[in-house]
């Protein structure tokens, strides 16, 4: 069984710049979840869907992000325009009811 | 609101050495407790977790961790670390509803020959 892959691994871009983040979950994974980690932070939530449901998105951190999930497969989280704030590893996870979550590799963004 | 401490951000173990890692939490029920680690390149691997019951849980590569309620921690132990055990390691906390993780920030640990 694959595990969740996100897409791209690293990306390098400049302030003002748009940058799209795919994550394809686990397949039959309803529950898909997006985090990021700042240098030297924590890991935060962003949001939580369901299937393409947003379920929380008490996490995003203003309306420069925005997130979907097409048909309830897999997600992208765009960031326009990106800031330098922005600067992060962005997770991905995805699991069936909830409980144990299963986290891609991460996708890190460096905005110059 | 929920939180997670861990107090340790690096530690430095001897191969072969016993390991104990901290965990404190803070949540107004009974918690959902997770531990996983990240080796470098890699993505967050669940070790184990404590949904309810025995307070000792065993997880993967040879690594348990205990509930304790009267403490709010959930530390992390393994008798013997290996080379390969270095790596970052998080604990996380998530309610009952299956939402978001909190996370603690993280324990770097680094295993001398």
């Known amino acids: 069984e694959a595990g969740v892959t996100q897409f791209p691994s690293h990306s390098v871009i400049e302030k003002g710049q748009t940058v799209t983040l795919r994550c394809d979950p686990i397949s039959g994974h309803d529950n898909l979840y997006w985090y990021r980690r700042v240098m030297g932070k924590e890991i935060k939530f962003l949001l939580h869907?369901?299937?393409?449901?947003?379920?929380?998105e008490s996490g995003m951190p203003n309306n420069r992000f925005l997130a979907e999930r097409t048909g309830g497969t897999y997600s992208t989280l765009k960031v326009q325009p990106a800031e330098l704030e922005d600067s992060g590893v962005y997770f991905c996870a995805s699991s069936t009811q909830g409980y144990e979550q299963y986290f891609g590799p991460g996708t890190r963004l460096t905005v110059t | 609101a929920q939180s997670v401490t861990q107090p340790d951000i690096h530690i430095t173990v001897s191969e072969g050495a016993s390991l104990e890692l901290r965990c404190n939490y803070s949540?107004?029920?009974?918690?959902?407790l997770f531990w996983y680690v990240q080796s470098p390149g890699q993505g967050l691997q669940l070790l184990l977790k404590y949904f309810s019951g025995d307070t000792l849980v065993q997880g993967i590569k040879g690594f348990e961790a205990e509930f304790k309620r009267s403490q709010s921690s959930f530390n992390l132990r393994k008798p013997s670390v290996h080379w390969s055990d270095a790596a970052e390691y998080f604990c996380?906390?998530?309610?009952?509803?299956?939402?978001?993780?909190?996370f603690g920030a993280g324990t770097i640990l680094r295993v001398k020959s």
């Open positions: 949540y107004g029920a009974t918690p959902y």
């Open positions: 996380a906390v998530g309610a009952p509803n299956g939402n978001k993780l909190v």
């Open positions: 869907f369901v299937k393409e449901s947003k379920q929380d």
